[in-house]
């Protein structure tokens, strides 16, 4: 039997208005997560962006993200979420630079983490990533699950939080000590979405055989 504790990673995209409710969620339970964020997309005050399935999603504004992420962590998502991997290099570089520098000037923090936007990668973007200061790197295939990654610039996560197998996968992610789900708080367009997410948090915190862990601290002794 692994009786080692297993370390749970949770990380969420896109910097909207509903990730209060999902900071509430987590914080009543002491849950960790890091948010990926794409500072040049924040408006000062929050912004209607887009529609999924029959709800508004709006970004946070840059006046409301300090309060938001309180205590939480951020991560880089890139300056605008462009497909990287279609821009020139010196293009993709500025994205990848920029949307650290500014997120760390924001937070007045040291930003490790990136997601790749669209999860689109290559060789190249994982050199410029790397180059540019980030520790690891979020992509979003889930069919390869181990820890620690061949690659850190090629993290593939255990699933999205939608996963009907998601509590399956989180016991077989017992093997590699670590379990790792992603998503956006905007796909919980539902109250009993909100509901079921919420018995998840409750369901882990509660397991003795794992903790919460910062998913940059994964990554703190690689060089
Ligand atoms: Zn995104």
Not at 116 to 144: C, K, N, Q, W
Not at 150 to 170: E, V, W
């Amino acid at each position: 039997m692994n009786t080692k504790i297993m370390t749970v990673v949770q990380c969420w995209d896109d910097g909207v208005t509903t990730d209060i409710r999902l900071t509430e969620v987590l914080r009543r339970y002491g849950a960790k997560a890091s948010f990926n964020l794409c500072f040049g997309l924040h408006e000062k005050h929050r912004s209607f962006r887009w529609r999924h399935r029959d709800s508004d999603v709006f970004r946070l504004g840059r006046d409301e993200l300090r309060g938001v992420y309180d205590g939480f962590t951020v991560a880089n998502h890139s300056m605008t979420h462009p497909r990287l991997d279609l821009l020139p290099e010196d293009e993709a570089r500025r994205e990848i630079v920029e949307g650290r520098e500014a997120l760390q000037q924001h937070f007045g923090q040291r930003v490790a983490g990136f997601a790749y936007p669209f999860g689109a990668h290559s060789d190249t973007l994982m050199r410029l990533v790397r180059e540019a200061g980030h520790t690891y790197a979020r992509t979003i295939e889930s069919d390869d699950y181990r820890f620690p990654p061949d690659d850190a610039m090629l993290f593939h996560p255990c699933c999205h939080f939608l996963a009907p197998d998601l509590l399956q996968r989180y016991e077989s992610a017992r093997e590699w000590g670590v379990f790792y789900f992603w998503g956006h708080s905007y796909e919980m367009v539902a109250d009993s979405m909100w509901d079921e997410f919420e018995r998840v948090i409750e369901t882990i915190s509660a397991d003795q055989g794992s903790r919460w862990g910062d998913l940059e601290a994964l990554f703190d002794d690689s060089a």
